[in-house]
């Protein structure tokens, strides 16, 4: 697939719900079209799909990994509301259907054998909320980063876990703050 406008992955996603607002979509697909060529788009964390399908558009690979298994997903920032029913499943299925550059690993990220994914260009994280999840989600692959990576968060500073888990990297030097908006920051390896 080629790669297509913002606003042309936008119109496409839009029937998709999502908690990423217009502005944060805008700024991950930006800083996704920055990954290098032939690189690997990983995503942890799809839900229905609608950053799946944003992403999909920057004419990469895209890895996302989403067990969405029914009475198995909890997040205690998400009491309640983040339930996985099987027909979450059916709609990420449906969602995703159109995109042959999109791969959908359904098991948990800790399950997932790390040399399945071969050269990350850019990581968004949006999965499980509370802390270690997100410091753990980027860790797991940290041997497939590409020198001078781009990640994106979804949820820092509206979820404690998602906060700590960036501003710890950030302390021990192992990415560095690029920009925010609203909720979605975006980070850089600092190797590259």
Not at 50 to 68: E, K
Not at 142 to 164: C, I, K, M
Not at 169 to 174: E, N, P, S
Request: proline share 4%.
């Amino acid at each position: 697939m080629g790669r297509k406008t913002f606003d042309q992955a936008h119109c496409l996603a839009l029937e998709i719900s999502s908690a990423v607002k217009y502005e944060e979509a805008k700024l991950l697909f930006e800083y996704a079209c920055k990954a290098v060529a032939n690189s690997t788009i990983l995503e942890i964390g799809a839900h229905f799909g609608f950053s799946t399908v944003i992403l999909a558009h920057v004419g990469l690979q895209v890895v996302t990994i989403d067990p969405l298994i029914p009475g198995q997903y909890k997040d205690p920032c998400h009491p309640g509301v983040c339930d996985i029913y099987e027909k979450d499943a059916m709609g990420l299925r449906k969602n995703l259907k159109p995109y042959s550059n999109v791969y959908w690993i359904r098991d948990k990220r800790e399950l997932v054998n790390s040399a399945e994914i071969e050269a990350v260009g850019f990581v968004f994280i949006d999965a499980v909320h509370a802390y270690p999840n997100p410091l753990e989600d980027f860790l797991h692959f940290g041997e497939n980063y590409l020198p001078g990576s781009y990640q994106a968060w979804h949820d820092y500073g509206t979820f404690d876990g998602v906060s700590r888990s960036v501003n710890e990297l950030v302390a021990k030097g192992q990415i560095e703050k690029v920009t925010q908006c609203k909720s979605m920051v975006i980070t850089r390896l600092k190797n590259g």
